[in-house]
């Protein structure tokens, strides 16, 4: 089943016209060289473990929240900020399973310095089977398995589940989407993460309640370090 699922991807993949998803131009990448430079900046300063950007001038390398109130995972890692037009781009993965883009995101994120060498495995943030039954499919394991063939890391598909079919975060205040997020997952292997530093692999970063209750619960079932590896991070929280 897991083969022919990769073969129909595959299949789709080469189907699709070769032209850049934003502008149209001729381009056998899901984003074309020019929109890349123009929308991509892997170089924006930015906090090293929520990658929030920070202020120019900066003279730390975390911002206040993260010194104050350090989360569970210790680095973060993000190709640009959430906002138009690579929103869209997210938007049509997620809800108009443009799945090539998972591939394009894959090879933005592969440029990211998040260090591949000193991690074990790689981990999508899972998605509850009520929500991938609706969707047919979860874009960061999309984007964490193309990530995972860049970057020569084994791909976790088994570590952890998401046990609480929980409101889209999007849909809530700031002040309700952590109790929202409060023991939303589960791990059901912990003897694949007992010792390991991982990577975790998600589509968009907001305010970074979900990211920290799952690398909260990977740590408390023996993961010794937890890196985030982002496409997009909302820019303010
Ligand atoms: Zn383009
Ligand atoms: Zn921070």
Request: aromatic share 6%; hydrophobic share 40%; proline share 5%.
């Amino acid at each position: 089943m897991h083969r022919l699922r990769q073969l129909a991807l595959q299949i789709l993949d080469e189907l699709l016209p070769s032209v850049c998803t934003l502008c149209g131009t001729k381009s056998s990448d899901a984003l074309c060289a020019n929109c890349y430079n123009k929308y991509i900046d892997l170089s924006t300063s930015r906090c090293t473990c929520c990658a929030i950007q920070l202020p120019e001038f900066s003279h730390s390398s975390q911002c206040g929240k993260c010194l104050s109130h350090p989360p569970a995972f210790d680095l973060s890692f993000a190709a640009t900020d959430y906002a138009p037009p690579i929103d869209h781009l997210i938007q049509s993965l997620k809800f108009h399973a443009k799945l090539p883009l998972a591939k394009a995101f894959a090879r933005l994120l592969s440029e990211l310095p998040a260090s591949p060498n000193s991690s074990d495995l790689i981990i999508a943030v899972p998605l509850s089977l009520a929500r991938l039954a609706e969707r047919g499919f979860n874009q960061s394991l999309e984007i964490a398995r193309a990530l995972a063939h860049f970057w020569k890391l084994p791909l976790a598909t088994n570590v952890c589940l998401r046990v609480k079919h929980t409101q889209t975060q999007a849909s809530l205040p700031m002040n309700q989407r952590r109790v929202n997020m409060r023991n939303a997952f589960a791990v059901q292997n912990s003897q694949l993460i007992i010792g390991k530093r991982i990577l975790l692999v998600d589509d968009v970063m907001t305010t970074g309640h979900t990211l920290n209750e799952l690398a909260h619960c990977l740590k408390r079932h023996g993961a010794t370090h937890v890196t985030n590896v982002v496409v997009a991070r909302t820019p303010n929280r």
